[in-house]
């Protein structure tokens, strides 16, 4: 399970009647930690693999990552979110794996284009420039990083992508009979 994706589709579950609002709170921790503890676990055997040589590549996203306003990360968590959780969305519309690939292909070029941030691809990329010597702490890491990002992820998901869904084809706000 990925949280990103799961700050779109546990929402709007709940939002239908479908799941609790502790299921939803069960489903964000649950994928949020498994995520964060399997994206330690790939960076530290990145780092120990020694394939990436001496290039500076995960140092200096890391720190461009780390040094923007709070405001900013979450615009960028917001962004990138919206565009991930269209191309599942898209692709959850198709038949075929061609249709799946083609689908979440735009989307997710543009949010790596863009320079968004996604929580859990910065759950890897940092801790791995940390291992590689970037002059980031951990608590740089949550405070100008995770935290905004990972807020603007659960708009990004939940207001921006399944709100308008919800209220156009489901039964979100509807009044019960």
């Known amino acids: 399970e990925l949280f ?3 700050t779109a589709l546990v929402t709007a579950a709940v939002l239908e009647g479908k799941a609790t609002k502790k299921d939803l709170a069960k489903s ?9 503890v399997g994206s330690l676990l790939l960076a530290y055997l990145a780092f120990k693999s020694g394939t990436l040589g001496d290039l500076p590549g995960a140092v200096n996203i890391a ?8 405001d900013v990360a979450f615009v ?6 919206w565009l991930v959780c269209m191309a599942v969305y898209m692709a959850s519309g198709c038949s075929t794996m061609i249709g799946k690939m083609t689908a ?3 989307p997710i070029s543009a949010f790596v ?3 968004l941030d996604h929580s859990v691809a910065n759950m890897f990329i940092i801790p791995l420039a940390i291992l590689r010597g970037a002059d980031i702490t951990v608590r740089q890491m949550f405070v100008k990083n995770l935290i905004p990002v ?4 659960i708009v990004g998901g939940a207001v921006c992508v399944m709100l308008p869904f919800g209220t156009t084809f489901g039964k979100w706000f509807q009044k019960k009979e």
């Open 28 to 36: 964000w921790i649950s994928s949020y930690l498994g995520n964060f």
């Open 76 to 81: 960028r968590g917001v962004l990138c979110n």
């Open 150 to 153: 990972t807020l603007g992820n």
């Open 113 to 115: 284009a863009l320079g």
């Open 63 to 70: 720190t461009a990552k780390c040094s923007v306003p709070f």
């Open 4 to 6: 990103t994706g799961n």
């Open 104 to 106: 979440v292909w735009f």
